[in-house]
């Protein structure tokens, strides 16, 4: 397809080092492998009219901790290929270094799994916990834990980020890094340039994009060396005034109220976008989602709703993939809905896995990500999908004219 645009282009733009905005958007094969893999129908059908039309940017699609399905999440890379893929925006999941300072990571005791620390002896004995070896005779898997608070910001600013994995039964350090999926890559992971928080907002402004920094619970224990729950929550948004970002371009989210009901008080201009992400479903099996419960979330302020993609969609008696009665009761509260997560599921060919799990029998193929996608988008009504790779999302917005 003349322009479908080969991805190289992209690594090209990476390897120059270059975050200067352009609108030359590319989305690679990827559109076209799905759309080729759909089964026959209409939605096929209009997607294959839109494999020529040149890309654009849009809002709709968010890149999940940048572009994490080939390249190191939250680093650089991963979020210029995001963006290049014309994600409209872009998150840094925030969190705090030993010396307090914020840095994008998705977990703060996860830099044994996402970055390269075991491979720096001097850092590694430093973790919380150093690196034991697996014991494969009695089935005892290796143990770590490397914090982000283990360690100073120059001391995180020499680790270099990596495909997310771990080989649990390792017996050495190098063997324990070595565990990316298979459905995974690592071809573009051998640069993966760590960022503060400060730092993903000036490449963002530059890469022309809205961002969506979402606060991180802390591993350790709160206050931290005198850093309060609310202090953090007010030290994120202190670094937007500070690069001079307007607030209707930020979607702060978090996954604890408490921290939406600060941001809505205390930061109101900030706090009309806040997202409040939903696990409610999964981490309390005998909750289920009331109507009353989303009005009260509207009446508190919170604007912004966003579960995972199962908790939005089920299936109808002929096995058809249709909006969720959670769904319902959200749009009938008016609160804007947010989905997580696309693109991070491996083949869909046996049912998706956790992200598909309310839909799993109608999911038997690649190309049924857009069966779901369209719905969500048509028939939900969400504002915005995260994806680890936008530039299924983004063609979809494009054809869609979303």
Excluded at 119 to 146: I, M, Q, W, Y
Aim: charged share 25%.
């Amino acid at each position: 397809m003349k322009n479908i645009v080969k991805l190289g282009l992209v690594f090209s733009v990476l390897a120059a080092g270059s975050a200067v905005a352009s609108n030359d958007y590319t989305l690679g094969p990827r559109p076209l492998f799905l759309v080729a893999d759909m089964d026959e129908g209409e939605l096929k059908s209009k997607l294959e009219k839109c494999l020529d039309d040149k890309p654009k940017k849009s809002d709709f699609s968010i890149g999940h901790r940048g572009a994490a399905l080939m390249f190191p999440e939250h680093t650089k890379e991963s979020y210029m290929a995001a963006a290049k893929m014309g994600a409209g925006v872009l998150e840094c999941d925030v969190t705090f270094t030993k010396d307090k300072e914020l840095v994008c990571r998705h977990s703060q005791n996860d830099l044994h799994t996402t970055t390269d620390v075991l491979a720096h002896p001097d850092l590694a004995a430093k973790c919380s916990v150093p690196f034991t070896p697996a014991n494969p005779a009695k089935g005892e898997k290796a143990r770590v834990e490397c914090r982000t608070t283990d360690f100073t910001l120059a001391e995180f600013k020499r680790l270099k980020g990596k495909m997310d994995g771990a080989n649990p039964m390792a017996t050495t350090p190098e063997a324990y890094m070595a565990g990316t999926p298979g459905w995974r890559t690592d071809l573009y992971a051998s640069r993966g340039t760590l960022m503060t928080h400060a730092e993903s907002i000036e490449l963002f402004k530059a890469l022309d994009v809205k961002m969506t920094p979402e606060l991180k619970s802390a591993t350790v224990d709160m206050p931290y060396d005198g850093l309060t729950q609310q202090g953090y929550a007010q030290k994120m948004i202190e670094e937007y005034k500070e690069a001079g970002v307007k607030p209707s371009n930020v979607f702060i989210q978090s996954f604890n109220l408490d921290d939406v009901k600060y941001w809505i008080s205390a930061e109101p201009k900030f706090g009309e976008q806040a997202v409040f992400l939903d696990a409610r479903m999964y981490k309390n099996k005998l909750w289920e989602p009331t109507l009353a419960d989303m009005k009260a979330l509207k009446s508190a302020g919170v604007e912004f709703i966003a579960p995972p993609l199962f908790a939005l969609v089920t299936l109808s008696s002929e096995g058809e993939i249709v909006p969720s009665d959670y769904a319902k009761m959200a749009k009938e509260a008016d609160l804007g809905m947010i989905a997580w997560t696309l693109e991070r599921s491996g083949s869909l060919g046996n049912g998706g896995g956790w992200y598909y799990r309310s839909v799993k029998e109608a999911i038997d193929n690649d190309g049924d990500v857009f069966n779901l996608l369209d719905v969500l988008a048509q028939g939900v009504g969400v504002v915005g999908v995260f994806s680890d790779w936008p530039a299924t999302t983004t063609f979809y917005a494009n054809c869609m004219g979303l």
